[in-house]
Structures are given as C-alpha cells and as structure tokens.
C-alpha cells in the first residue's frame, strides 16, 4: 500500500484511495484487485470493478460471505459527497454478468452503498424504513454487514434499528416521574422519526436524568434493536455514579438487574471489551 507521506505526486484521488484502503483494512476487510480477489475471505473489497455496460467502472465493490453486498465510490478529500450519491447507486444497479451471479441484491440493487473521500463516509443503508445517505465515522465491519442481511431475512420489516425504534413497545411508566416519561417517550418518537440526527433532553437538577438516561439505554438495547452505547460523561467521579445507577437498574419488565442481562463497563486504557453493552467514558478517554 503507497504511503502518503513517502508520494507527493499522488493526485487528489490516488491519495483519497490510499486513506480510504487503509480505512478498509482497519475495519476488516481484505482490500484486493478484481484479478487476483481471494472472494473465500469473509470479507473483500475489491478494486476497480467494470459494471455493465453504461455503467462505468466502480472504486470498490464490498463482497460478504462470497457475495458482492455493496459498492463504494471514491472521491477526493474535500468533495462534496450528496453531490456524487447518483454514481454510486448507478454502480448498485448496473451490474455486470458476472458480478451479479455473485450478488446480494434489494429491489434489484446492491444494499449498502458508500461514498468516500479518505477524510468522510457516507453510506445509504437499503434496508432502512426510508434509505438515505447518512454520514458515518468509518466503514462498517463484514461482520456488521453480515448480521444486518442475516436480520433482514429473518424479519424482512425490521432489519436495523432504525426499522425498530418504530415498533417499540408501550413505555412501562409504573416508577417513572412525568418529566422522564415524557423525556423518554420523546427520545423514542425522535429515533423513530428520524426528522434529525440528534436530540436535547433538559431536565431540572434532582428530576432524575441518569435514571431516564438508563431507562432509555435498555429499552433500545431490548427493543430497538441497538448493540452498543456509549455513555458520555464530563468527569470521571460521575462515571463512576452512572456505573452504579446501571449496576441498581431494576428491569421494569422481569425485575432482574440491567447489568445481570447486559455488560455494562467503563472504557479503560486498555480499550473497549467486545462484550460491552453499554461504555461509559469521558470525551477525554475516547481520544486518549
């Protein structure tokens, strides 16, 4: 792999291409060129793909399990990537012979589809409710990949949490004061809606914000189809509060203890525990 430091005569994309291997790489994928792609690899990204005719040629084409699931456009750091959104899903449906005997397809295109610039990703999600180009901090895993198509043929209607936050069961709202239950119902109908990328609870001090916080962690864990959280606070000693008030949690449905169902641990020098539920950390220890 070329070293952008070692090549100043990379064009823009030549050096966007080289970040943007590199950030497969680090992600798990096997970025290889289309004559030589070992495809038995559980994940593979391939370079340089012709598509049919008309189609052009894609950056990279994302196999899983054998099978091409996706495409990435790539494009110079500092590109606009909504702009460019229309050559990717191009890619997505012009498949050629040959890659399409070897394809996962929804509605007759690839399902995930990226664009890239080295510095920026952007990925439409075709299994969402309503798909659309969404920035992300880095590509997805094969595995993530694979277990959202493994969700989608288990239950077609809710492959990815954006598809579960909008069946969510009723609020049990047996303990809860009325300013959680409306902060959290609140925070639910936002994800389900998914009008905005974010969302602000306020709430008086002494109104009981971690509990609702803790509250609204395990119900998406549960019910809306989340993996992991990460639960930022500013200062260690409150880390060290929202800990306890997980390991206190009592389920409202079964009784038993938040953390008796799901790891919930604080992140460490030592890194993130691939079995962890919830990771309670300081902005400063997510950088360090």
């Known amino acids: 792999m070329t070293d952008i430091g070692d090549n100043s005569q990379l064009t823009a994309e030549q050096r966007a291409r080289v970040l943007i291997d590199r950030q497969l790489t680090a992600a798990g994928w096997a970025v290889q060129d289309k004559g030589r792609a070992n495809l038995t690899l559980p994940g593979v990204a391939v370079r340089e793909v012709i598509m049919a005719s008309g189609h052009g040629r894609a950056d990279y084409v994302l196999y899983v399990d054998r099978r091409a699931v996706g495409v990435i456009e790539a494009k110079p750091e500092g590109t606009t990537l909504s702009g460019v959104e229309w050559q990717s899903a191009r890619y997505a449906t012009g498949l050629a012979p040959d890659v399409r005997l070897k394809a996962l397809t929804l509605d007759d ?3 995930f589809v990226f664009e890239a610039s080295g510095s920026e990703v952007h990925v439409t999600n075709g299994y969402d409710p309503v798909p659309r180009a969404r920035r992300i901090f880095t590509f997805p895993r094969p595995e993530t990949l694979a277990r959202t198509i493994r969700d989608a043929e288990t239950d077609p209607a809710a492959a990815t949490w954006r598809a579960k936050v909008r069946s969510m069961p009723a609020l049990i709202t047996e303990g809860l004061r009325p ?3 409306t902060a959290i119902e609140g925070i639910e109908r936002s994800l389900a809606e998914q009008r905005y990328s974010r969302s602000l609870v306020q709430m008086a001090t002494g109104a009981g914000k971690t509990y609702t916080a803790v509250t609204t962690c395990y119900r998406l864990l549960k019910h809306g189809g989340f993996r992991r959280i990460l639960f930022l606070v500013d200062r260690n000693n ?3 509060q929202t800990l306890a008030e997980f390991q206190n ?3 409202p449905d079964d009784g038993r203890r938040l953390t008796e169902i799901y790891n919930v641990n604080a ?5 993130m525990l691939d079995s962890s539920s919830v990771v309670i950390s300081t902005i400063q220890r997510v950088y360090a």
Not at 267 to 271: E, K, P, V, Y
């Open 109 to 111: 295109r690839l399902p």
């Open 179 to 181: 300013a959680q239950i």
């Open 238 to 240: 409150l880390g060290s």
């Open 249 to 251: 949690y009592a389920t």
């Open 267 to 271: 992140l460490t020098s030592a890194g």
